[in-house]
């Protein structure tokens, strides 16, 4: 995922300002990441926008290859 966040915020700061980017994790360090997208406004240094939606927490439950075939065929969707 580092990698993935690097070439995120490569491609963010070469385009256009009009980018918008949205992360939604169960496990994100928030301040962390917005420090990383921090922005220069009006000469001040500005930690990225954040914002919460809901209040509920949800437990993180792993689940690996094994556990998924379990449950049966797994059946495909095709959007046209």
């Known amino acids: 995922m580092d990698f993935l966040l690097i070439l995120v915020r490569t491609l963010w700061l070469r385009s256009s300002q009009n980018v918008k980017i949205i992360l939604m994790s169960a496990t994100i360090e ?5 420090n990383y997208f921090r922005q220069t406004i009006n000469g001040q240094i500005l930690p990225a926008y954040q914002f919460h939606v809901g209040d509920k ?15 049966g065929p797994v059946s495909f969707f095709y959007f046209e």
């Open 30 to 34: 928030v301040e962390k990441l917005a």
């Open 57 to 71: 927490l949800f437990d993180v439950q792993e689940m690996y290859l094994e556990h998924i075939q379990n449950y």
